[in-house]
């Protein structure tokens, strides 16, 4: 998961569309049209009462630590599963629409401008330390965000905010956005037409206590207003809560506790979970072909489209991918239904596009490039180099990393382009991205939830360290984005960032390749386990619950 990387303009890392796993059948069917396979779903559990009590037992499954207990610090993956159980943010991802939610807040209202949002906060909420939420809360973590001397990874988030970036140059004292009403109520205005509902529901942007911050013990000790109240954390093993009683909606959560086991071996996962020490978890490649076969295993498999998309991105400074028919010829050469079939057995989708199918602005009338090797020597032929060229594409170790590459290879041949594999660890990869020193590299780009942000890989604005790596600088397409940007009526924003996305899919200054298949696997005493398509991992431990057989209970 290391290599899911996010830009300034903000792209949560948060890899789909699939609705709860409770009550549907063998098919969900996504908020775009898109049906997605739930494979066994068990339409009974649906029907049950949820049933409180007994302990949840989850896994906190890509790496062998947290980061940090501070939901500020951190933008891992590994670090906001946890953080789910102990904070909450402004909003939530809602899996069954595939839209964000309001959370913290019970209402909130779109000014004239289209740019200034004005939110009420829920009356019932409290910390963990027994303090009721206010508003002036939800200011001070904001602005605590954006502190340069914290650098905290939200900070690309809340910069959407008015005044944010003058405030953490030490321009201004405040965020000039966001201002006090009354103590549940407060006033955010944005920078642009941006929906916050597509920003402020992650960790990152958590609302917290600012007396339980200021002590030394919140590192170790954390406080919210989340589900469960902190009780215990063995670095490197796990961490546990138990259920806060004054959590603000109202019967939840169902469990009496949570434990997350924090471990990035699948091996030993899949054992502890196999074993039904684990009730839910998310599943690697080799695992995921394994459970798919197994007759009950397969019952509780929810697979995800998540929001990335894996490419070989194409540095257009450098011969000959300045050219558009060489990049257009590769799409064309490549046969990426079979890698994925053989390669990575099944365990991702094919992109047809820069915004996946769970993406909220997707095409759904856009087919991916097919597999056509007459075509693709045809349009080398007619490219400033129709002799071929030699070019060096970057990539980890591994099978998403150098496996493909290597796949890719004797394609590329076939057109005249003779690959040379440069194998490299994540940070140099993600360096020489950065830099504009590779000339090409496998990577994977998170490409929602909001669309336009992910569109804005390819903004001749954005720099490369930004997020535009490939170095695209079209003022077409700029004003493509501009106009999606500026317009307030919903449905025809869409229509323009679909058509945005179609102008890059043409243009082609990457490879695409496919967005990431999450797998979650739950047991069949678990209730409520959906599909997030920005991280599969991230459950609503609020909402599941254990049925009387579960060993939670026992």
């Known amino acids: 998961m290391t ?12 890899r789909g569309i699939l609705t709860g796993l409770g009550g549907l059948g063998a098919a969900a069917l996504l908020a775009n049209g898109t049906a997605l396979t739930l494979l066994g779903a068990r339409p009974a559990q649906a029907q049950a009462t949820p049933l409180p009590g007994g302990t949840l037992h989850l896994s906190a499954p890509y790496g062998s630590a947290l980061k940090s207990l501070d939901p500020h610090a951190t933008w891992r993956s590994q670090d906001m599963v946890v953080s789910k159980a102990f904070h909450r943010s402004l909003y939530s991802w809602d899996s069954a629409t595939n839209a964000p939610a309001l959370d913290l807040a019970a209402a909130v209202a779109m000014g004239e401008d289209g740019k200034t949002y004005t939110f009420t906060l829920h009356d019932n909420i ?15 973590s904001l602005t605590r965000i954006m502190n340069p001397e914290k650098g905290f990874p939200g900070s690309a988030v809340v910069w959407n905010v008015e005044g944010a970036e003058e405030y953490s140059k030490g321009e201004a004292e405040t965020i000039s956005g966001l201002s006090r009403i009354d103590d549940l109520t407060f006033l955010m205005k944005m920078k642009s037409f941006t929906d916050p509902g597509l920003l402020f529901f992650d960790g990152i942007t958590s609302i917290l206590p600012k007396e339980e911050v200021e002590k030394e013990s919140f590192l170790t000790h954390p406080v919210g207003c989340g589900p469960f109240v902190f009780t215990e954390h063995v670095s490197g093993s796990s961490i546990s809560g138990k259920k806060f009683d004054k959590y603000y909606k109202p019967g939840l959560p169902y469990a009496d506790a949570v434990t997350f086991v924090i471990s990035g071996d699948y091996s030993a996962l899949d054992m502890a979970f196999r074993s039904g020490e684990i009730d839910a978890t998310v599943l690697s490649g080799a695992a995921y072909e394994l459970y798919k076969r197994d007759p009950e295993l397969s019952k509780g498999l929810v697979e995800v489209q998540e929001l990335f998309t894996r490419h070989l991105g194409m540095n257009l400074a450098m011969p000959p991918f300045d050219d558009v028919k060489v990049r257009q010829a590769i799409n064309y050469a490549i046969d990426r239904k079979l890698i994925i079939a053989k390669l990575l057995k099944g365990k991702a989708y094919e992109a047809v596009s820069w915004l996946p199918a769970s993406s909220i602005a997707f095409d759904d009338s856009r087919t991916p490039y097919p597999y056509d090797e007459a075509k693709a020597k045809a349009l080398m032929a007619e490219s400033s180099y129709p002799d071929g060229a030699e070019i060096e594409i970057w990539a980890r170790d591994g099978v998403d990393g150098s496996g493909v590459a290597q796949a890719i290879t004797p394609y590329l041949a076939k057109i005249g382009l003779k690959v040379t594999l440069k194998v490299v660890e994540s940070g140099v990869l993600s360096d020489a991205k950065s830099a504009g020193t590779a000339q090409a590299w496998l990577y994977s780009a998170g490409t929602g ?3 336009i942000a992910a569109l804005r890989n390819f903004d001749s604005r954005t720099t490369r360290s930004g997020g535009n790596a490939t170095g695209f600088a079209d ?14 009526d919903p449905e025809a924003r869409k229509v323009k960032t679909m058509a945005a996305d179609g102008y890059i899919f043409d243009q082609a200054p990457v490879w695409f390749f496919n967005t990431n298949k999450a797998v979650v696997a739950s047991q069949p005493w678990i209730n409520g386990v959906g599909g997030n398509v920005t991280e599969a991992a991230i459950l609503e431990v609020d909402t599941l619950w254990l049925g009387e057989d579960a060993p939670g209970r026992k």
């Open 3 to 14: 290599d899911k990387t996010m830009t300034s303009t903000f792209r949560p890392n948060r």
């Open 126 to 140: 409290y910390f963990h330390n027994g303090r009721q939420l206010t508003a002036e809360d939800v200011i001070w």
């Open 449 to 451: 939830p909001d669309p």
């Open 475 to 488: 003022p077409v397409f700029d004003k493509m984005l501009d106009d999606a940007a500026a317009e307030t």
